[in-house]
């Protein structure tokens, strides 16, 4: 089966400008995630969809990233507009039931200048 | 949320089985204990996870103590593509679905 896929895999923006990362999880699997590593830092979740629902966004650093999954299928993380300390890698995961194991995408590599 | 603590660092030579410890003393009944391992440039991995009972995989075995407050991650024959952060997690499905990374245990395995 096709894994996790995350589009685009690398991305550099300048200081006041938005982006949009995309995220395609395994076909079928309701549950979604987004993830994040910033410089130095550990990986640290952002939110958590069920299908088209928001379950958890109490990682969303703040208003300006959006996430939507628009009729459950695929995933957008929208920053707008980008900081630098918004530089990191943004992970997507999916999987099929909680509980068990996520499939991680190999992420997307922001960096704002 | 339950925390653990992994050791920062640990060596094998390849062919050789390795023991990547965690301690978790403060786990709860309802937590599942969940290993991953990032490869470098990679989004982490599912590797193994179990509750109670050990647990094998194709591509490792978990042991858990009978108190649960440890867990040891198993790979019987570590190869070069074994090299990589592994972290220790628990998660209770029952209340939160995050996983919460700590800084695991990267594991360097020498030919």
């Known amino acids: 089966e096709a894994g996790v896929t995350q589009f685009p895999s690398h991305s550099v923006i300048e200081k006041g400008q938005t982006v949009t990362l995309r995220c395609d999880p395994i076909?079928?699997?309701?549950?979604l995630y987004w993830y994040r590593r910033v410089m130095g830092k550990e990986i640290k979740f952002l939110l958590h969809?069920?299908?088209?629902?928001?379950?958890?966004e109490s990682g969303m650093p703040n208003n300006r990233f959006l996430a939507e999954r628009t009729g459950g299928t695929y995933s957008t993380l929208k920053v707008q507009p980008a900081e630098l300390e918004d530089s990191g890698v943004y992970f997507c995961?999916?999987?099929?039931?909680?509980?068990?194991?996520?499939?991680f995408g190999s992420g997307t590599r922001l960096t704002v200048v | 949320d339950a925390k653990t603590t992994q050791p920062n660092s640990m060596e094998s030579n390849e062919e050789e089985p390795v023991h990547l410890p965690c301690n978790h003393s403060?786990?709860?009944?309802?937590?599942?204990i969940h290993w991953y391992r990032q490869l470098p440039s990679q989004g982490p991995e599912y590797v193994i996870h179990?509750?109670?009972s050990n647990v094998n995989n194709r591509m490792a075995s978990l042991a858990i103590a009978e108190d649960r407050k440890s867990s040891t991650l198993i790979l019987h024959r570590a190869t070069l593509r074994d090299a990589a952060v592994y972290y220790c997690?628990?998660?209770?499905?029952?209340?939160?679905?995050?996983?919460?990374f700590g800084t695991g245990t990267r594991l360097q395995v020498f030919p």
């Open positions: 179990g509750l109670t």
């Open positions: 997690i628990l998660r209770d499905p029952l209340s939160t679905d995050k996983l919460i």
């Open positions: 995961a999916s999987s099929f039931r909680q509980a068990y194991g996520y499939t």
């Open positions: 076909s079928g699997h309701d549950n």
């Open positions: 969809f069920v299908k088209e629902s928001k379950q958890d």
């Open positions: 403060t786990i709860s009944g309802t937590d599942y």
